[in-house]
């Protein structure tokens, strides 16, 4: 991970670099393009701060190894305006946006769109190009007319197949109100692999920063980042940073590794504004909690990769169990949630015996897509009352216990009760984002 210095130091250049970067839908290539131009623009002396709208957490990853510094969830349907409006108040901010430009929850505001429009900042358009040539300029002229409350300053073309394709995209777009930043050709050194729940961890890549700085490489050769560099989103005056999540203790054990790695960084920085210690431990490595924690804390990731491992582990568990009997607060979160349990059963159907801590069992073996904002409501005995989160796993559950949670869904539909709760041990598949 690079070290990019100062979290506040001014831009180089004197002129501030802020804006998001969007697609006209998923699978445009905006997280390799977003990490390229973080990683150029850092080559260049930007000290960038990377964000990423939406719940998502593999994205961050990339985000903030281009950056050297952690990347933020900005989440107008999960996350308060003013923590939104707080957490972005950065000189050099780059903004991944989520799905297509202006894709949301159907009950309200949630889009990139809804993002670049609260913090005023100008769009980058991140285009496919790989199946077209001069359509792409109805494509782009609907985007930047279809609503006028957000700008829309440029656009990239990925996945470009040849010179004369790039000539006829750029014909093509000359007659729209839009500039042409950069043509991308088709190149495999720009693609990150994906799984089930999305790309690999970038902290799975041995080489990620090689590979990083490979795609700033390339994207500085074919994008025209002086007019990048001219894109300065002002900033706006933030309100101050709205009291956080309240931490579940003051001296927090974080289970922390390639098992374990779904933490937002907003929630675990408002942990520590609030006072709290975070002591990270990792269960993949056998390592027991903090002894003197008042509160642990298991993280989502992927437990079902390394199930084998984590049933061989026995001083993790017996610290989990220990924290458990001594009136410590043990939450678990999706992959948390199934640490804690029974038994989590493998994609080939093998059983792998968990911290038994809550009655249930969870299987890769019969898998369900399931996807989608919770609002959630708790009685108050362990957690904050109204909490928001989001759901997206494909375990499904063989057993469960005593809920934890009433959830509804973005468009307020109640689901019935999730989650499961045994005396201060808790966790359900629902990541939780902020407070309502």
């Known amino acids: ?28 290539g905006k997280t390799v393009i977003t990490t390229g131009l973080i990683a150029a623009l850092a080559a260049r002396g930007r000290s960038v701060h990377p964000a990423k709208v939406g719940p998502d957490y593999i994205d961050t990853a990339f985000l903030a190894a281009a ?3 952690p990347a933020l969830n900005l989440d107008l349907w999960a996350m308060r305006p003013a923590l939104v409006a707080a957490l972005a108040d950065h000189d050099d901010l780059v903004v991944e946006g989520v799905m297509g430009l202006f894709d949301g929850p159907s009950s309200g505001v949630g889009s990139t769109a809804d993002i670049a429009r609260l913090l005023a900042l100008p769009v980058v358009l991140v285009v496919d190009a790989s199946r077209q040539s001069q359509s ?38 000359a007659v729209t109100e839009l500039a042409c930043l950069g043509t991308v050709p088709r190149d495999e050194r720009l693609a990150f692999p994906s799984r089930h729940l999305g790309l690999y961890q970038a902290g799975e890549y041995a080489d990620i920063t090689e590979r990083i700085d490979a795609i700033g490489r390339i994207i500085s050769g074919v994008v025209d980042l002086p007019a990048i560099e001219a894109l300065d989103g002002p900033r706006r005056t933030a309100p101050a940073l709205p009291d956080a999540l309240p931490p579940p ?5 974080v289970a922390s590794d390639q098992a374990f790695s779904f933490a ?6 408002g942990w520590r504004r609030a006072g709290a210690s975070l002591h990270p431990f990792s269960p993949l490595g056998d390592e027991a909690p903090d002894p003197a924690a008042d509160a642990v804390v298991l993280p989502g990731g992927y437990p079902e990769l390394y199930a084998g491992r984590l049933a061989a582990g026995t001083r993790w568990k017996a610290g989990l169990a220990a ?37 249930i069992a969870t299987s890769f073996a019969t898998r369900a897509r399931t996807l989608g904002y919770r609002e959630l409501t708790h009685d108050g005995g362990l957690l904050p009352r109204r909490l928001r989160g989001h759901e997206f796993h494909y375990a499904t559950i063989a ?3 005593p809920p934890l ?24 598949f629902a990541h939780v984002i902020d407070t309502v």
């Open 1 to 28: 991970m690079r070290n990019n210095g100062d979290a506040g130091a001014a831009s180089t250049s004197g002129r501030l670099v802020r804006f998001v970067v969007a697609a006209p839908h998923s699978g445009s």
């Open 136 to 173: 792409v300029a109805a494509l782009v002229h609907g985007f930047a007319t279809f609503d006028r409350t957000i700008t829309i300053a440029g656009v990239i073309l990925t996945r470009v197949g040849s010179v004369k394709h790039a000539r006829m995209l750029r014909e093509a777009l």
């Open 323 to 359: 924290a458990a009997a001594r009136g410590a607060l043990v939450v678990g979160e999706c992959g948390g949630y199934m640490a804690l349990g029974e038994t989590l059963v493998d994609a080939d159907g093998a059983p792998h015996a968990m911290a038994g801590l809550l009655p």
């Open 399 to 401: 057993r469960e216990g």
């Open 264 to 269: 937002y960084a907003h929630i675990l920085d």
């Open 405 to 428: 949670f009433e959830a509804r869904d973005a468009d307020g539909r109640a689901l019935g009760p999730i989650g499961t709760r045994v005396g201060t041990v808790c966790g359900s």
């Open 249 to 253: 203790g003051q001296r927090i054990a």
């Open 67 to 69: 950056a050297g510094r």
